[in-house]
T-cell receptor, first 117, second 112 residues
Framework: AQSVTQLDSQVPVFEEAPVELRCNYS??????LFWYVQYPNQGLQLLLK??????LVKGINGFEAEFNKSQTSFHLRKPSVHISDTAEYFC???????????????FGTGTLLAVQP | NAGVTQTPKFQVLKTGQSMTLQCAQD?????MYWYRQDPGMGLRLIYY???????DKGEVPNGYNVSRLNKREFSLRLESAAPSQTSVYFC???????????FGQGTRLTVV
C-alpha cells in the first residue's frame, strides 16, 4: 500500500527567507505526486503536480518541487516566502495505473508553514 | 464556474441525530470523494466513488453511508451522529481516481 510522510508538522520561518517542506512517499509502483495548500477556513487548492517528464516542477505562487525517485521524495521549496504563504501544505500520492487497487489520492498529515515578520 | 459545491457550510447536531451532507460538481468528473479533516491527522478518506454507479470504503467508513446519486452528486449520510464525528468534512472530485482532485469549501460539523 502507498503512504505519504510529512515529518514536519510545523515549520516556522521569517519573511523573505527560503523554505523547504519535506515529503517522502512509499510505493511499490509508479506514482503521481501532488502538493496542495489550504488557507485558513478554506478547502484545498492544487499548488503543483508531477505526472511525468522533468523532475523539477513549478507551481503557483513561486513554489517548486523536485521528484527524487531514488530517495522517494517530493520536497516543496520556495526561495523567499511572504506572510501570505502562511497556510497548511499537504503532499499527496497516487498510483499511475488507473485500474490499480490503490488508484486514489493518499494524503500526508500536513505541514503548517508559519511565516513571521 | 462553481467547481465543487458543498452544503451546508456549518451544522450542529445532537448525539443520535441524522443528517446528509450534499456535494455537487459541475466539471463532468468521474470520481468523487468524501474526506474528514481533524487536527494533526490530515485528510482521511471516508468513502469514494471511482465512477458513477460505484462506491467504496475508504480509511474511516464506520458510521457513514454514501450515495452517488448521479454523475454530479455524491452525498454523505450520518445515520446516528456521535461526538467523535465532530470534524470538517470535504468533498472532492477528479476526472479519474488517480488524478488531481478539486475540493469544496468544507462543512464544519459539531456533534454535541
Amino acid at each position: 500500500a502507498q503512504s505519504v510522510t510529512q515529518l514536519d508538522s510545523q515549520v516556522p520561518v521569517f519573511e523573505e527567507a527560503p523554505v523547504e517542506l519535506r515529503c517522502n512517499y512509499s510505493s511499490s509502483v509508479s506514482v503521481y505526486l501532488f502538493w496542495y495548500v489550504q488557507y485558513p477556513n478554506q478547502g484545498l487548492q492544487l499548488l503543483l503536480k508531477y505526472l511525468s517528464g522533468s523532475t523539477l516542477v513549478k507551481g503557483i505562487n513561486g513554489f517548486e518541487a523536485e521528484f527524487n525517485k531514488s530517495q522517494t521524495s517530493f520536497h516543496l521549496r520556495k526561495p523567499s516566502v511572504h506572510i501570505s504563504d502562511t497556510a497548511e501544505y499537504f503532499c499527496a500520492v497516487s498510483d499511475t495505473n488507473y485500474g490499480g487497487a490503490t488508484n486514489k489520492l493518499i494524503f500526508g498529515t500536513g505541514t503548517l508553514l508559519a511565516v513571521q515578520p | 464556474n462553481a467547481g465543487v459545491t458543498q452544503t451546508p457550510k456549518f451544522q450542529v447536531l445532537k448525539t443520535g441525530q441524522s443528517m446528509t451532507l450534499q456535494c455537487a460538481q459541475d466539471m463532468n468528473h468521474n470520481s468523487m470523494y468524501w474526506y474528514r479533516q481533524d487536527p494533526g491527522m490530515g485528510l482521511r478518506l471516508i468513502y469514494y466513488s471511482a465512477s458513477e454507479g460505484t462506491t467504496d470504503k475508504g480509511e474511516v467508513p464506520n458510521g457513514y453511508n454514501v450515495s452517488r446519486l448521479n454523475k454530479r452528486e455524491f452525498s454523505l449520510r450520518l445515520e446516528s451522529a456521535a461526538p467523535s464525528q465532530t470534524s470538517v468534512y470535504f468533498c472532492a472530485s477528479s476526472a479519474q481516481p488517480n488524478t488531481e482532485a478539486f475540493f469544496g469549501q468544507g462543512t464544519r460539523l459539531t456533534v454535541v
